[in-house]
């Protein structure tokens, strides 16, 4: 992008908004669908201002423009916004002001924002208007610059879906939809409308390539007990897919068609929405004479627990992964003392060896590949202008995943390429320390995320060191890598881990500048004992198939019930891997995998 490109576009937005009388105009980095990947076509946040970070809204007034992001992407974000004309506002920081705050301070009473409301979460632009019509200042909601000041605009994806058989999705469509009109029913709802491209795709086991990373296709659905739409562009639809759906009795409608069927919605009828999962768009259009039933989505909980036949998908995808990965970090071994290996080339030999893997479809995410200070940059996708090569001294982090048509894996090992510190070597074993205490918890029905929270930070915060991320996200079955609706986190969330459910755990430590440090394996919870007097409890099996690298282990600082379930996961790993590998993979597996 060349430099002078970004005022020029912000000089062509000014010109918009004086056009429409608008004093400030915000720009969220979301979709119609509020995907964390949008597809291009809405990459409008992006466009305008040049960071390319995947969360911050960017503001834009007649004299001032700003993006605001959080800490992942301050380093990233104060690189891409110099002399662009936008200011970054670092979120969290106790001198940076609220956004809504700023921009009211912008407009002043009697002035006039601007917004997307098909970009925009309903729950958000709720919260927005109330705030900033209380200071005398209207929001606009029905605008879309990019339509106008955006000449080469992408199309929304035409890319060709395709439909999960039921040996894989364990389920088919038409038990699907006579699961959720159940759930329908105990909320007292008629019908539910889908807009997240995961929840569509789970629903009607329906996979596409319109997003980078998550095999989502474009879409929403209705579902409830007298009929169910899949609004979908019609060329993205084989006759046979449209055949299969008439046949389960989904009836196929234009992508745009949702609008006008949403707003006929017979009167007095009860529709299910999520407000932060909705367009602020198609919430309006909802009639007044219905009532909205605006509750966490059963869609998304039904989805986070996974079917015996999605398990077992997700098992095979761990093995292809595992031995993808004994190839990778064979090969890495070699090439680092020859000089041979740089950040940007860690990313390509992983897509390779993965890409070598049967029903490998793509990668999961883009991966991080962080050497020394690299690492300690949580969110770093490496470049091939700013790249480090990779010494044979410290640490690497590295973090990648792959989908495949059986299931998606996420994992993040740090590996000791030369010589470390003994201060590595303490920091190291305090990550690993959290991550086995996670892995190992046994925990009572109805415990959420936020409760085990504290056994992945526990040796960390004895030492005065933490980490501000999450320690587990949930992940979809040949899906979105990041899925809801549980996680395992600090901040309180109501969902309670079930049995089926498939969970990261990343337990994570990061010296600015100097090194980062990151163990993550994906866990699934399930049934570990029934009492009569106490309930059922809960704990958890690791599925991910790696050596963890032991060269950094300062083995005196772990216990013996660590020291033995780290090495029954490597035997497991190594068992569970042997007979996919080559002689001389399988010597260096059992190398890396002896017993500590």
């Not at 937005?13 to 009388?21: A, Q, T």
């Not at 900033?132 to 890319?159: C, H, M, V, Y």
């Not at 990648?400 to 299931?407: A, L, V």
Request: hydrophobic fraction near 35%; proline fraction near 4%; charged fraction near 25%.
């Amino acid at each position: 992008m060349k430099t002078n490109e970004i005022p020029e576009r912000l000089t062509a937005m000014r010109k918009f908004m004086e056009e429409k009388n608008l004093d400030a105009f915000i720009i969220p980095s979301t979709d119609a669908h509020l995907s964390e990947y949008p597809p291009k076509y809405w990459e409008s946040r992006k466009w305008i201002s040049g960071f390319s970070g995947s969360a911050g809204t960017a503001v834009v007034t007649k004299e001032k423009a700003g993006v605001w992001t959080d800490s992942r992407y301050f380093l990233q974000a104060a690189e891409e916004l110099n002399e662009t004309g936008f200011d970054l506002f670092k979120m969290g920081q106790a001198d940076t002001p609220d956004m809504t705050s700023w921009i009211i301070e912008q407009a002043g009473k009697g002035g006039s924002v601007g917004i997307d409301g098909l970009v925009y979460a309903a729950s958000e632009a709720k919260t927005l208007k109330e705030k900033i019509e209380a200071k005398g200042i209207q929001l606009e909601t029905s605008f879309d610059p990019f339509t106008e000041i955006r000449s080469d605009r992408p199309e929304i994806p035409k890319n060709k879906a395709f439909t999960l058989p039921v040996e894989i999705a364990g389920e088919s469509v038409t038990s699907k939809i006579e699961r959720i009109i159940a759930e329908l029913k105990k909320g007292d709802a008629d019908g539910i409308l889908l807009v997240t491209l995961d929840a569509v795709a789970w629903t009607f086991n329906l996979r596409g390539n319109d997003v980078e990373y998550n095999p989502v296709a474009v879409a929403y659905g209705y579902v409830s007990e007298k009929e169910t739409l899949l609004f979908i562009d019609a060329e993205k639809l084989t006759d046979e897919i449209a055949n299969a759906y008439q046949a389960e009795g989904v009836k196929i409608a234009g992508y745009d068609e949702v609008f006008e069927y949403v707003s006929k919605l017979p009167a007095n009828s009860s529709v299910c929405v999520t407000g932060n999962k909705i367009n602020y768009k198609l919430l309006q259009t909802i009639p007044a004479s219905c009532r909205i039933v605006d509750i966490p989505s059963p869609v998304d909980m039904m989805k986070s627990v996974k079917n015996e036949t999605e398990l077992n998908g997700f098992r095979n995808a761990m093995i292809k992964d595992g031995v993808a990965l004994v190839k990778f970090y064979m090969w890495l071994e070699k090439a680092i003392p020859a000089g041979e290996v740089t950040e940007v080339a860690v990313e390509g030999k992983l897509r390779e060896y993965r890409s070598q893997q049967e029903l490998f479809v793509g990668e999961s995410f883009g991966t991080i590949a962080g050497y020394a200070g690299n690492g300690a940059i949580i969110h770093y996708h490496a470049s091939p202008e700013t790249c480090l090569q990779v010494k044979p001294e410290g640490l690497l982090l590295i973090d990648s995943g792959g989908q495949y048509k059986e299931g998606t894996t996420d994992i993040t090992r740090t590996v000791a390429v030369g010589k470390l510190t003994k201060h590595m070597k303490q920091d190291y074993t305090n990550v690993l320390k959290g991550h086995i205490s996670l892995a190992t918890a046994v925990y009572p029905e109805g415990t959420r995320g936020s409760q085990l929270d504290i056994l992945a930070r526990k040796a960390l915060w004895e030492n005065n060191l933490t980490y501000w991320h999450g320690t587990g996200h949930g992940i979809g079955h040949f899906l979105n890598v990041h899925e809801g609706p549980q996680n395992i986190r600090l901040e309180e969330n109501p969902t309670q881990l079930k049995p089926g459910m498939v969970t990261s755990n990343e337990p994570g430590l990061y010296r600015a500048n100097q090194y980062g440090i990151r163990i993550e394996n994906l866990i699934v919870t399930q049934e570990q004992k029934k009492t009569e007097e106490f309930g059922t409890f809960y704990n958890f099996e690791t599925i991910t198939l790696c050596p963890i690298d032991t060269k950094p282990i300062a083995k005196k600082l772990l216990t013996k019930k660590e020291i033995k379930w780290f090495n029954r996961y490597h035997k497991m790993v190594y068992s569970k891997l042997k007979n996919h590998l080559n002689n001389d993979e399988t010597a260096w597996l059992k190398r890396k995998t002896k017993p500590i």
